[in-house]
């Protein structure tokens, strides 16, 4: 959420950002709201002044034996209008934090302009996609065909976008959520932690989920909602808390499911695992000081390429245009990696500071070491550790052999108990 006093001294700085996403001039009808409710402020207290005032009056008056009607009647008057205006008060209050809840962040000034992802630019490669020397098959069928991946009976049971993994490829999918945790929380400084699915509507807002994507999670029908990423859990670790300066950097990952109803992505990848309904992933999110942010975002982009560097899989970093980031960031790099059954780089990991944007929507602060007093906004980000089941694509469709068998990566032997290459099981 934006700082509503910035947006009252920075009006045209406002239109500017969100004129750079593609949006409409929002600081007039921001200001109107905001002046109606700061009105509504400054006669509540105006009011409660003078009836502070008025009642001594009467008190005076009484002392003297005067008459106190005159007064006594205009309390009165003053107490029903407070009424009525507290109403009103918390109402304008509530329209304005709904207008800022739906404002994305402000970009930071090197995102590229740019309407589309068309305009992402290429910020670095790592590794030569292998040279196979025979047709490259994609996931999907390489799983199907081993006898190990189903998305037959997953549909009857679920529906659609959904997958049964079976035997060694459920036991490699593990193997890579288990080298990525051990990967973060042994060399790259996280502390792993184990966090609800569940989660009330609070802290969806609270990371920027809710309201705008409301249509892509799962909602329960008592009013909680199943998480897209443990972002939204890990994030809300510093929910409605001041942290003390000493404890930053915070940074924390988990293995978690993540489910997303794809409702923007009708028609999109519809065959294999690239977007179902429940997927795994390994999340990153660290809590810094503002002054921290920006080297943390190049920081953790590169925990995550760490991976893919020891899986020696061929990947490129994008940085996001700004037609094409996200609402809550002020910059995302796309880690992209190579898929031979597709002949292209798809995205396995976003890595984004979103700055205090989530924290002022949390209420998320902490206390500079040696200061007892004043607070300051945190800063957040988060990035995928990486997207386990399209790690394990990436393996498959990379590993794979002329004769449909997949070689396990080195890095990946000692989760395997052995096993070096998966075969067919039909």
């Not at 396995?348 to 902490?366: E, L, P, V």
């Amino acid at each position: 959420m934006l700082d509503l006093k910035w947006i009252r001294e920075n009006p045209d700085a406002f239109d500017a950002a969100l004129k750079r996403r593609g949006g409409a001039p929002m600081s007039a009808s921001v200001l109107e709201m905001d002046k109606r409710h700061r009105d509504a402020i400054t006669e509540l207290q105006s009011l409660q002044n003078r009836r502070n005032e008025a009642s001594k009056q009467i008190g005076a008056v009484k002392s003297k034996g005067g008459d106190a009607a005159p007064i006594m009647a205009e309390v009165a008057t003053i107490k029903d209008r407070m009424t009525a205006l507290e109403v009103e008060e918390k109402k304008l209050g509530e329209e304005v934090r709904g207008v800022l809840l739906t404002i994305p962040n402000v970009l930071h000034k090197d995102v590229p302009d740019g309407k589309d992802e068309g305009a992402n630019v290429e910020v670095r490669k790592w590794g030569s996609p292998r040279q196979l020397g025979f047709p490259a098959k994609d996931h999907a069928d390489l799983g199907a065909s081993l006898g190990l991946m189903d998305f037959t009976q997953a549909a009857v049971m679920s529906g659609a976008r959904f997958v049964v993994l079976k035997g060694e490829l459920a036991r490699l999918e593990r193997a890579i959520a288990q080298l990525m945790l051990d990967t973060h929380t042994r060399e790259n400084g996280y502390t792993e932690m184990n966090v609800p699915l569940l989660v009330k509507p609070e802290a969806l807002y609270g990371t920027g989920q809710l309201p705008k994507f409301e249509e892509d999670l799962f909602k329960t029908t008592n009013g909680m909602y199943l998480i897209s990423t443990s972002e939204v859990t890990l994030t809300n670790l510093v929910a409605e808390r001041i942290v003390e300066g000493g404890e930053l950097p915070m940074r924390v990952t988990a293995f978690t499911p993540c489910f997303r109803s794809e409702a923007g992505a009708a028609g999109k990848d519809t065959k294999g695992m690239i977007r179902n309904h429940q997927f795994e992933k390994v999340e990153m999110v660290s809590i810094v000081a503002p002054e921290e942010s920006e080297g943390e975002l190049e920081r953790m982009t590169k925990c995550a390429t760490g991976i893919l560097e020891k899986l020696e899989l061929p990947y490129r970093v994008v940085a996001l245009c700004s037609g094409d980031i996200g609402f809550g960031s002020n910059r995302t790099y796309d880690i992209e990696v190579w898929l031979p059954g597709q002949n292209t780089y798809r995205e396995i990991s976003s890595c984004s500071n979103t700055g205090d944007f989530q924290a002022r929507r949390m209420n998320a602060r902490f206390r500079p070491a040696g200061e007892t007093k004043g607070t300051r906004f945190l800063h957040t980000l988060n990035g995928s550790g990486l997207a386990v089941g399209r790690t394990l694509v990436a393996i498959l469709e990379n590993y794979q052999e002329a004769d449909g068998s997949i070689r396990v990566p080195a890095a990946l032997k000692p989760y395997m108990g052995g096993i070096e290459v998966i075969s067919s099981k039909k």
